[in-house]
């Protein structure tokens, strides 16, 4: 016991390694329970150390705790360690940053002039932890800011998260000494069990990067510690998402449980609680501008539908011409996500302009066709949208997914049942369309602020 408590009390070395922190102390279960309480934590048999998230909740913690028996090993931090995620600023460039509690970080060289037009913006404020300045994030400041680069001719550049600029990039095959492709067996597997075709696509990219990651062993060598150090490290080093984890999960599984008949395993790997976000909407103006800003005439048939059905990309460019039912006004999902029928609304606006696109592209098999024939290009209408949107004025991220996103939500701003909604959208679980509930404006131009009540 007198030999525990000696341990105890021994000194803790820590070491700041970019987004990890080190931690070297002598074995005693005290301490390694509250280590393994911070949560995301992992030993490093290797290091002979534990691995832990590097963040300001975890710093302090440890620095509670261990009371002065740590001592930190990091050249810029001090005696005060920060998470490392200082940015180097380039030259005339504007790096936009949006953070989640609805604020925006401005990183860029001192430059007097900037940083007056900074001041000029509502609720500016600086933060003297991460040295640099914060603003709303709102899309008139946003424009402001776009705007004051383009007069100054310098770059502007928005992330949605800071992860987007730390994070390691996936490997290139010719960074990859003794590349793998993915097996034909896995795939034919897939094929076989009618896996469609965007799943396929998503798991061969996954097991793809899972096989070249160990391209020095055997897949039949690699043990189950082994692919929980990689899920690891697609989180820590990758910065993945929970969705990407999963779809990792899930094709390392297929492979070994389905491809090679093993026995069903689990892999868990502790990380932080996933942020629930809220999906970007336009409003019925902006919607009306995109369309508006749209000169040809197959792309702005291509975006009315998807925007006035609600449809994925995906059911939008499967559409075939015998899909559209111009008697009943509706317009028929054949297999959507999760190999699901479905009916939908057709705009009378849609069928009027459908008509003239027919007259003049005459399409063949599919409504909406390439140049040479056969289904349109996922990623040229993607592009469309892109460029609508600039021609347009619109500063809010855009994509097809938020067509589909506007059409839920006006639909309940115009009083629309939820449950009408949930079946146009062909989403299963009514809990999956609620989430629109708390994107409306619906009721809320009716609701007074408790300080408009107060006379000053």
Not at 7 to 35: C, M, W, Y
Not at 36 to 56: E, K, M
Not at 263 to 268: C, H
Not at 323 to 328: A, F, H, V
Request: glycine share 4%.
């Amino acid at each position: 016991m007198e030999n525990e408590n000696n341990k105890q009390h021994q000194d803790v070395e820590s070491i700041i390694a970019g987004r990890r922190i080190l931690l070297k102390l002598p074995k005693n279960q005290a301490d390694i329970t509250f280590i393994r309480s911070l949560g995301f934590v992992r030993w490093d048999a290797t290091g002979f150390c534990w691995v832990i998230q590097n963040l300001p909740a975890n710093i302090r913690k440890l620095n509670d705790y261990f009371s002065g028996r740590i001592h930190w090993n990091d050249p810029d931090a001090g005696s005060n360690p920060k998470p490392s995620q200082q940015i180097q600023a380039e030259a005339k460039t504007l790096l936009v940053v949006r953070f989640r509690n609805g604020r925006i970080r401005l990183i860029f060289q001192y430059d007097q002039e900037m940083i007056t037009q900074v001041k000029r913006q509502p609720l500016y404020s600086w933060d003297q932890e991460t040295k640099c300045w914060t603003l709303p994030h709102t899309e008139k400041i946003l424009g402001n800011l776009a705007g004051l680069c383009l007069a100054r001719k310098w770059k502007y550049r928005y992330v949605d998260d800071i992860n987007q600029i730390n994070r390691k990039p996936k490997p290139r095959p010719s960074e990859i000494v003794n590349y793998r492709k993915c097996p034909e067996i896995y795939i034919e597997r897939m094929v076989v069990l009618r896996y469609s075709p965007r799943t396929i696509e998503g798991y061969v990219s996954c097991f793809t990067e899972f096989m070249n990651y160990f391209n020095e062993k055997e897949l039949c060598d690699i043990t189950q510690d082994e692919i929980r150090t990689y899920l690891r490290y697609l989180i820590e080093d990758r910065c993945i998402s929970t969705s990407y984890q999963n779809q990792a999960i899930n094709a390392i599984k297929f492979y070994f449980e389905k491809v090679l008949g093993g026995k069903r395993e689990t892999y868990y790997i502790e990380r932080p609680r996933r942020e629930k976000f809220l999906p970007e909407v336009l409003n019925e103006d902006e919607v009306r501008l995109i369309i508006g800003s749209i000169v040809n005439l197959k792309h702005k048939c291509m975006i009315m539908t998807a925007y006035s059905a609600g449809l994925r990309v995906g059911e939008l460019l499967n559409l075939r011409i015998e899909d559209i039912d111009s008697k009943r006004m509706l317009i028929r999902v054949n297999q959507g996500k999760g190999r699901k029928d479905r009916v939908t609304l057709l705009s009378q606006k849609l069928v009027e302009m459908l008509r003239v696109y027919y007259r003049k592209y005459r399409p063949r098999e599919f409504l909406f066709e390439g140049v040479t024939g056969g289904r349109y290009s996922e990623r040229s209408i993607q592009n469309v949208l892109k460029r609508a949107c600039k021609e347009a004025g619109i500063i809010k991220h855009v994509t097809m997914h938020t067509l589909r996103h506007s059409f839920a939500t006006h639909l309940l701003e115009h009083n629309t049942d939820l449950r009408y909604i949930q079946e146009l959208l062909g989403h299963t679980n009514p809990k999956t369309t609620q989430i629109y509930t708390h994107i409306t404006t619906k009721g809320l131009d009716q609701l007074k602020s408790p300080l408009d009540n107060i006379d000053f």
